[in-house]
């Protein structure tokens, strides 16, 4: 697989060097020429100093023949420019983007991104997990669709103890699999609780949030 990494900083170094490190075929493209002196020497990426928005260097990389691009450039309208830019001239078939704010991930998206990864939400979900109980922990949240999942465990004093799943989720907030005894199912409407049961639930944040509150409410 062939990877161009649009961004030599932080990010962008850690990627090259994990996905060299793999064995990966790795471009970099970077505008800062000491930085890319820096993943010459400390990487084995191909890397080239100039804009991603140059198609000529652009060619002169390869990028008609990757299979992914990795947009990590700190600047979210840069980003964009750069996302459309891979996409309507050269086809790059798979394009992952790191967004700094969530406000402009669906610009983002909308300019030919396959997935776009907020920072500011990687953040807040981090954030989240620390300042919660231990009962219950986000996994992933997605602020521009309003959707949550979460997991939370059933403790020996909880109110849904012992209720069919049918009697604890509601419309919009499923429990899409229980991992029990450290086994992972996928419940049907007759599975009752259990204590220790781990359930993941999936859908509308505030939905979601019902749920995971009744399954922290103690009897």
């Not at 161009?4 to 800062?32: F, K, M, N, P, W």
């Not at 998206?109 to 807040?124: F, H, P, Q, R, Y």
């Not at 409407?189 to 979601?208: F, K, N, P």
Request: overall charge negative; aromatic content about 4%.
């Amino acid at each position: 697989m062939q990877t161009l990494i649009a961004g030599g900083g932080i990010i962008g170094s850690r990627l090259a060097i994990y996905l060299t490190e793999r064995g990966e075929d790795v471009i970099v493209i970077d505008e800062d020429k000491e930085r890319c002196e820096w993943l010459s020497k400390n990487t084995d990426a191909k890397v080239y100093n100039g804009s991603m928005l140059n198609p000529e260097l652009l060619m002169e990389a390869g990028i008609d023949k990757v299979d992914a691009l990795i947009v990590a450039l700190g600047n979210d309208q840069l980003t964009r420019k750069v996302v459309d830019f891979a996409k309507s001239q050269f086809g790059v078939p798979k394009i992952v983007a790191i967004a700094k704010e969530s406000e402009l991930c669906e610009q983002i998206m909308a300019s030919g991104a396959n997935k776009v990864i907020c920072s500011e939400d990687e953040v807040l979900n981090e954030v989240e997990n620390v300042v919660q109980s231990g009962a219950s922990k986000t996994i992933y949240k997605d602020s521009r669709t309003e959707s949550l999942i979460s997991k939370v465990t059933v403790r020996a004093r909880s109110n849904v103890l012992g209720k069919p799943i049918t009697k604890v989720e509601n419309k919009l907030a499923k429990i899409s699999g229980i991992i029990r005894d450290r086994v992972l199912f996928f419940p049907d409407h007759d599975t009752t609780l259990e204590m220790g049961d781990e359930l993941l639930i999936i859908g509308r944040q505030s939905d979601v949030e019902k749920v995971v509150n009744s399954v922290n409410e103690e009897s």
